[in-house]
């Protein structure tokens, strides 16, 4: 897995690249974490060249989206979500609780 | 039939991902099947090394991979704490956000993905658990 981030003037980037699964959860954890705590909470993240992930990714983002979204003061997108991924994450019943989009630049647009 | 030891550490989950993928690819099963088989093989391998290996180091995991026609079956064997996972409960999926259970979620995903999951606790020979999944 590899990540890397990109900061917008209203949101940030997280592009998270391979695969997430148990192993490589808590970096991808850290990465979104690490966003929050510098107190950014609207948050894009592409996964546009991922290649899996498992539910421990999944509850990573569910952790991220609750924070963000709290007092509303932001919200976690995703953008470029692989098929596979896409299947995965509505048969977790987690597509509803996420926006998604086609490209980046719409997502950050979208803030 | 392909059967491997593995160290019960979240570092070789890709290598069982690998070898469920192998056999499955040589069965004839889709890549959207396999992508499927491979999330259910990670998950149960994930449960048992997080619950029923907690704590417990150089601990090994047995997978077996085997084509029987249009079938596949995954048996996964661990010398742990006994973990059922038709013991946990299903998370709610349409609860709201901050209702959402972060638990669950795993074994959840490994029954829908398969067509049956069966588990035997058994202290002297292993914890077994077994997957099924037929083809298309």
């Keep these: ?111 | 039939m392909a059967h491997s030891t593995f160290p019960a550490r979240f570092e070789f989950l890709d290598e069982i991902r690998d070898l469920v993928a192998e056999v499955a690819r040589e069965g004839g099963f889709s890549e959207k099947e396999i992508y499927s088989l491979q999330l259910a093989a990670d998950e149960a391998a994930s449960n048992i090394i997080e619950h029923a290996y907690a704590g417990v180091s150089n601990a090994s995991l047995d997978v077996t991979c085997d084509i029987d026609g249009d079938k596949i079956t995954i048996t996964m064997r661990d010398n742990g704490k006994p973990f059922d996972p038709s013991k946990v409960k299903q998370p709610n999926l349409k609860a709201d956000l901050s209702e959402r259970q972060i638990g669950g979620l795993g074994v959840y995903l490994m029954r829908k993905l398969m067509d049956n999951v069966h588990y035997e606790a058994n202290s002297r020979t292993g914890n077994l658990l077994t997957m099924i999944k037929r083809k298309g």
């Design chain 1, 1 to 111: 897995m590899e990540i890397s981030t990109q900061e917008f003037k209203h949101c940030d980037l997280i592009k998270v690249k391979g695969r997430v699964d148990s192993a490589t959860a808590p970096d991808f954890s850290k990465a979104l974490e690490k966003t929050n705590n510098a107190g950014k909470f609207k948050i894009i993240v592409d996964m546009t060249e991922l290649e899996y992930m498992s539910s421990a990714g999944f509850r990573a983002l569910l952790a991220t989206q609750r924070n963000c979204k709290r007092y509303n003061r932001g919200e976690l997108v995703l953008v470029g979500v692989p098929e596979r991924i896409r299947e995965a994450l509505e048969l977790a019943g987690f597509t509803e609780l996420f926006k998604t989009f086609d490209d980046p630049i719409e997502a950050v647009g979208s803030f």
